[in-house]
């Protein structure tokens, strides 16, 4: 969690996501789902079978609305557009 993390660095949450910004350009949270989405887009790619609820439970996401609408800010199409795309490539 936030809070572990920023413990550990021996320094409050939210100070520790001002620095993370300040040093990386980056809000910690798109970070955190820009690295998520990387892992569903691995497992989406992959010879597994596994459908979209349970790719989105394996990158830490509570269900497919939420699934969803992150790959879509982050991709510009869905997971299902995107896993098509891909079958159709190999």
Same mark, same amino acid.
């Given at each position: 969690? #936030?809070?572990? +993390? &920023?413990e550990k660095?021996? +320094?409050?949450?939210?100070?520790?996501? =001002? /620095? %993370? *910004?300040?040093? %990386?350009?980056? =809000?910690?949270?798109?970070?955190?789902?820009?690295?998520? +989405?990387?892992? &569903? =887009?691995? #497992? /989406? @790619?992959?010879?597994?079978?596994?459908? +979209? #609820?349970?790719? &989105?439970l394996?990158?830490? %996401?509570?269900?497919?609305?939420? %699934?969803? *609408?992150?790959?879509? =800010?982050f991709?510009?199409?869905t997971? @299902? &557009?995107?896993?098509?795309r891909?079958? /159709? #490539?190999?």
């Open positions: 969690t #936030l809070e572990q +993390i &920023a660095c021996g +320094i409050t949450p939210n100070y520790f996501t =001002k /620095l %993370f *910004r300040e040093c %990386f350009q980056v =809000k910690l949270w798109d970070y955190i789902t820009a690295k998520r +989405i990387d892992r &569903a =887009k691995g #497992l /989406l @790619s992959g010879t597994q079978e596994l459908n +979209i #609820l349970d790719v &989105a394996q990158c830490g %996401f509570n269900n497919t609305a939420n %699934f969803n *609408r992150a790959f879509l =800010k991709t510009g199409i997971p @299902s &557009a995107y896993r098509h891909r079958e /159709l #490539l190999h």
